[in-house]
């Protein structure tokens, strides 16, 4: 397993501070802080190592010695920051966690790396290649440079997708109306018939998956380990669908 040395090796910008003397247990710090709810190994998707394993206040063995917790609606998501010394040396590891829990939940350290709980990636459907929780350089390396960058979102033009992040990875995925592309698992895309959507996905019948009430827009479905689905719409016309890790 890699330490956090390691991690300064692969260009991570820490802070160096002076040493901090709290008398906080290892069993005390993995219950404040948020550290607890980062608890767990944590992979790099782009080579499968084994970065980060978080348990009982200790960060890859070592004892955290201070930390905060920066925000975010939880201890479970947001920013905590966190300092462990190795051999001598603070070292200081600011882990935000991103997207949701189960298979596409995420953590960033120093926002320079985006680590997530297994090895390999874990998705249900994808748009040629392009899945939810797909880190940036991931995605580059599958489609290139995006044609627009739009804050979070990145634009694609000749695969007619715009993709958005949180954490470093994808959150969702709008396959416009005019993409020459289909969802992977199932073949569909914006032309298909709403009944072909829910009989593949197996959608509830109490859900319409294609509002036609203008008071009853963008009625998200669940397809499936932690997935989401749903019509995006302008005004009454179809504009994309949207793949997700949010239900509505």
Not at 40 to 47: A, E, L, P, R, S
Not at 58 to 82: D, F, L, T
Not at 120 to 137: A, D, F, H, I, R
Request: with cysteine; charged share 20%.
């Amino acid at each position: 397993m890699k330490k956090v040395s390691m991690l300064l090796l692969s260009g991570l910008i820490v802070v160096v501070l002076a040493m901090v003397t709290l008398g906080t247990s290892d069993a005390e710090a993995a219950n404040i802080w948020g550290l607890k709810a980062r608890e767990g190994k944590w992979y790099d998707h782009d080579t499968g190592n084994l970065i980060l394993d978080i348990k009982d206040g200790k960060i890859n063995g070592m004892p955290v010695i201070s930390g905060e917790y920066a925000g975010g609606a939880s201890a479970s998501n947001g920013c905590g920051k966190y300092i462990v010394n190795e051999n001598g040396q603070n070292i200081v590891l600011n882990l935000t966690v991103g997207l949701a829990g189960g298979l596409h939940k995420c953590m960033t350290v120093n926002g320079a790396i985006t680590l997530f709980p297994t090895p390999q990636p874990q998705y249900y459907e994808s748009v040629n290649g392009v899945y939810l929780g797909m880190t940036e350089k991931a995605l580059i390396k599958a489609w290139g440079k995006p044609t627009r960058k739009m804050e979070r979102r990145w634009y694609y033009k000749k695969q007619g997708v715009v993709v958005r992040f949180d954490a470093g990875a994808i959150d969702r995925i709008d396959l416009l109306k005019e993409s020459p592309l289909s969802f992977d698992k199932s073949g569909l895309n914006c032309s298909s018939l709403d009944e072909e959507f829910e009989a593949f996905y197996g959608f509830s019948s109490s859900y319409k998956f294609w509002p036609y009430n203008a008071s009853d827009t963008n009625i998200c479905t669940a397809i499936g380990q932690g997935e989401y689905m749903f019509s995006g719409e302008t005004g009454m016309k179809r504009a994309s669908i949207v793949l997700t890790i949010y239900p509505m």
